[in-house]
């Protein structure tokens, strides 16, 4: 982390599971990642989470308010997953990396997928980010001074200040 913060490299952390979050925030609670969070959720199965509704969901529940969210799926997943997150107002992804397919026996380009996709959005009334817009969602260049201006900023919990008892011990 500091030696991509040196070089000026801010860290897109694609996630596989919400324990994997959880590894992310204790890097932002110890002060060793103090930027934006720009996360994916990479629901391919196999060792990471499953594509559903389920899982996705509580994936988004843990994600703090001041992160931008991606969710990202795998083969016929991708189209669902994609314009669920559309209707949430995350983020997506596409591309024949992900999926070959449009209909079944039917393949498309990256292009197409797109395309797809921002026809989809304007369905749903949602607009696509233009080149700074994203910059700026991303937060790019955006680094905090400490490891508690990162947590206001992100919208996770305080640190405890030394001494202080958790929620399950009485003072």
């Known amino acids: 982390m500091r030696r991509l913060r040196a070089a000026g490299i801010q860290p897109h952390f694609q996630l596989a599971t919400v324990a994997q979050l959880h590894t992310v925030e204790r890097l932002v609670r110890r002060g060793v990642y103090t930027g934006p969070l720009n996360v994916s959720w990479v629901a391919i199965g196999g060792g990471f989470d499953s594509p559903t509704p389920y899982s996705m969901m509580e994936f988004i529940r843990q994600v703090p308010d001041g992160a931008s ?47 797809q996709l921002v026809r989809i959005a304007g369905e ?36 405890r200040k030394p001494g202080q008892v958790g929620f399950t011990f009485h003072a």
């Not at 607009?127 to 994203?134: I, L, P, S």
Request: with cysteine.
């Open 124 to 159: 749903l009334g949602r607009g696509v980010a233009d080149g700074k817009e994203a910059r700026d969602i991303y937060k790019i260049g955006e680094y905090w001074d400490t490891a508690d201006e990162a947590l206001a900023k992100l919208g996770f919990a305080p640190n």
């Open 69 to 115: 969210l991606t969710l990202e799926a795998i083969m016929r997943n991708v189209l669902p997953i994609n314009t669920m997150a559309i209707a949430m107002g995350l983020h997506t992804r596409c591309g024949n990396e992900d999926n070959l397919w449009a209909r079944k026996g039917e393949k498309q380009t990256s292009v197409q997928a797109i395309e």
